[in-house]
């Protein structure tokens, strides 16, 4: 067993009095100083009870031991239990030193909420996946470019950042921070045989290791593993120039065919080896089929990456962790390709591959757009088979991709639908998620008008409840909503567990949307907008507004939920639903009844001023949308209900539904514009200037009214 070598805290204040009180307050805490998630953790610990008015004193009478004990009746070294040994003395005791790591966060979280050091109860957490990953991408070598992107720059390159979001990353128990561009080697290194390839000078380039560096050990620092992922085939444009090869490079062209020259993969191999070399706290590498692929059959494609990426693992002096995103259908010109043929010839090519287990097989759940259904209905690419799975593999597992191209302004957060989402798709082949974006950085605010009081300094922060609620259930499904109403509390007081209850229940919004609304790819929704590509099975006026047109006409990704054509097809025919099925009128009052419920529990808070009113003034963004919904809904049903039958009644009620619709877009737009300026969001790079604001589409939502006016039904759909 191991016996951990215990470090007495340091004095930190030693009281002149030792009078009863005094001596009540007054902690000791041990712990082993070489471990340094462990160090982290007590450190963190140290924070919260001085905060809370303790002292810590090697001679006080309070005792806390946090212990690394292998085994301890834990299920991995992440978990932890917290044992009173009596009223003075806790014990915390993690499986591992992350385990012990996160039963101190624990600790310090109840302090932090108010809790007496002798009133912590004794429990166990254990860790219920292994990957618990943030996907983060990089703004300077990003996959797509806009503002919204690119703004980012100088926030991303500050180490105090990187200090903030590793933080609230360890607290809400995630393990792994990816970080993707498309070609990050040279920001990381000088190709020993292509020193070209690197654009830096020699002071830049050391500037750049030592971020680099910083950044790593930070991160394991906290019992965090970090992985660089790239999409393929990619050079640096200095290379690309110096070579004339992969010329697509030097505009960072994502779709077409690849340059799969021998340059290219000596380049790639050698590179991929001496990042490795250089970066002993770089935990892995991560690749991706699909871009700058096209012409290629699946089989090329994988043979390429062993030809390269694994080749330049294998020849590195230490063993790294891999990440494969399994082989998916991309745009035109990819060269892509899903099917069970390529599934299973993929699934041969990894359990050949001789890397350190497990390998993290990654796809993407529900495509682009995870905050939908539970339900798996398709990944990028379409429909998935079990041949991954079945039989259960021996050296990889699979992670969910939970894409948010959905919820970038407005805050979020619906434990009960991520506790769904893991009974649903937790099976033991699935090591974790991946939780993050592609069109979204989480670091600067750019938001929020300036002259709004704010308490927080970068976006992540403002979206505080979706990284704990998705962190935290991913390490332990159990935790209750008491954990995350305990934190609203502490930040706002008395009328925090409303706020909670408000929150949840508009974040159903998004979620209610793209169930009912199939989309796919990045742009073909963005729920808080209500808005969807051009193009992409709807919007017939060009428009990226979801127009009540393109509601009627769409169709559902749950297959519980029944659109609009066919509910009215079967209330014509006089057929019964089936038990289960979700008709778009139940929808609408299940939107309403969480609406309205909202905006009453947050009616009347005294806000005005306080932390909390950015939050509620979401809330009730939320509450909006919802109505809003609700009445499209039923605008729709009574709409295309006219337009069947001729019954003049119908085209009324159509009317006034939608006309109440337009009531509750005034209502959100009345509540964002004092706090939300015109944002940029790529989504909208070729309409209304590239800005989004719930103000600009305000005609859009007039629009359906006239639409409904002017239908003289059955009219030709164009």
């Known amino acids: 067993m ?86 003075t003395t806790l014990i915390i005791r993690g499986a591992g030193p992350s385990g012990a790591m996160y039963g101190a966060l624990s600790v310090a979280e109840n302090i932090r909420n108010g809790t007496k050091l002798t009133d912590i109860a004794a429990r166990v957490e254990q860790a219920r996946f292994p990957f618990r990953a943030i996907k983060f991408n990089l703004p300077w070598m990003s996959y797509r470019k806009g503002e919204s992107l690119q703004v980012h720059q100088d926030t991303c390159r500050d180490l105090k950042f990187w200090e903030a979001f590793l933080d609230q990353m360890a607290d809400n128990r995630f393990n792994t921070l990816s970080l993707w561009g498309l070609h990050p080697f040279t920001h990381m290194i000088r190709p020993t045989n292509f020193p070209e390839a690197c654009g830096f000078n020699d002071e830049e380039l050391a500037d750049w290791q030592r971020f680099w560096k910083a950044l790593f050990r930070m991160a394991k620092d906290r019992g965090i593993e970090t992985y660089m992922v790239n999409w393929n085939i990619f050079v640096s444009p200095e290379f690309s120039k110096a070579h004339n090869v992969a010329t697509y490079s030097t505009d960072w062209s994502y779709i077409g065919e690849g340059d799969t020259s021998d340059l290219i993969k000596r380049y790639t191999r050698e590179v991929v080896t001496q990042v490795i070399d250089e970066y002993e706290d770089l935990a892995g590498l991560g690749i991706t089929h699909g871009e700058r692929m096209g012409g290629m059959t699946p089989e090329q494609r994988q043979q390429w990456f062993v030809d390269t990426f694994i080749a330049g693992m294998k020849a590195a002096k230490r063993p790294v962790k891999f990440i494969h995103r399994a082989p998916l259908s991309a745009d035109k010109g ?3 390709s899903t099917g069970v043929s390529v599934e299973k010839m993929t699934r041969a090519s990894m359990e050949q591959l001789a890397l350190p287990q497990p390998i993290w097989v990654e796809m993407k759940f529900n495509w682009s757009h995870a905050l939908s259904s539970p339900h798996l209905v398709h990944v990028h690419g379409g429909a998935l088979s079990d041949t991954y799975w079945n039989p259960p593999p021996k050296n990889y597992r699979m992670v969910w991709m939970a894409r948010n191209e959905d919820v970038f302004c407005l805050r979020w957060g619906e434990p009960g639908f991520i506790r769904k989402h893991i009974e649903l798709n937790g099976q033991d082949y699935v090591g974790g998620y991946f939780v993050g974006s592609e069109c979204y950085i989480p670091a600067s605010d750019y938001f929020t008008k300036p002259d709004v009081p704010k308490d927080w300094q970068y976006a992540f922060q403002r ?84 127009s009540v047109d393109e509601l009627i006409d769409h169709a559902t990704l749950d297959p519980d939920y029944v659109s ?73 049903v009574a709409l295309h209900s006219f337009r069947k039958s001729g019954v003049a009644e119908l085209q009324q009620e159509s009317l006034r539904y939608l006309e109440r619709a337009v009531g509750h ?54």
């Open 463 to 546: 979206q505080w409840f979706f990284y704990k609620a998705w962190g935290r259930l991913l390490y332990d499904p159990a935790t209750t909503d008491e954990v995350f109403k305990a934190d609203f509390v502490r930040r706002y007081g008395a009328d925090g567990e409303k706020i909670h209850a408000a929150m949840v229940l508009g974040s159903r919004m998004p979620l209610r949307l793209n169930s009912f609304y199939k989309a796919t790819w990045d742009f073909t929704s963005y729920a808080e907008g209500f808005l969807a590509a051009a193009g992409s099975g709807g919007a017939f006026d060009g428009s990226p507004f979801i």
């Open 334 to 336: 990819s060269g892509g």
């Open 564 to 636: 609009i054509k066919d509910f009215v097809e079967a209330r014509k025919a006089n057929r019964t639903l089936p038990v289960g099925k979700i008709s778009p009128l139940m929808l609408a009052d299940a939107l309403e009844r969480d609406g309205r419920e909202a905006l009453r529990l947050v009616d009347g808070l005294d806000i005005i001023g306080k932390p909390a009113f950015n939050e509620v003034t979401d809330c009730r963004a939320w509450a909006y949308l919802s109505l809003y919904f609700a009445d499209k809904l039923r605008g729709g």
């Open 665 to 718: 877009w005034q209502a959100l737009i009345q509540v964002t514009e004092p706090v939300y300026r015109d944002m940029p969001l790529i989504h909208l790079e070729k309409h209304r200037d590239g800005r989004f604001h719930w103000s600009r589409f305000l005609s859009d939502v007039k629009r359906d009214v006239e639409t409904a006016k002017q239908d003289p039904g059955l009219r030709p759909k164009p």
């Open 2 to 87: 191991w016996k951990p070598f215990l470090f007495l805290a340091c004095v930190l204040f030693v009281p002149p009095a030792v009078s009863g009180e005094a001596l009540s307050t007054a902690v000791r805490i041990t712990f082993d100083v070489k471990l340094p998630p462990v160090a982290y953790g007590a450190g963190k610990l140290k924070a919260a009870l001085a905060t809370a008015a303790y002292t810590l004193d090697d001679n006080g009478t309070n005792i806390v031991r946090i212990e690394v004990e292998k085994g301890a009746g834990l299920t991995s070294e992440e978990s932890f239990r917290i044992v009173r040994a009596n009223k």
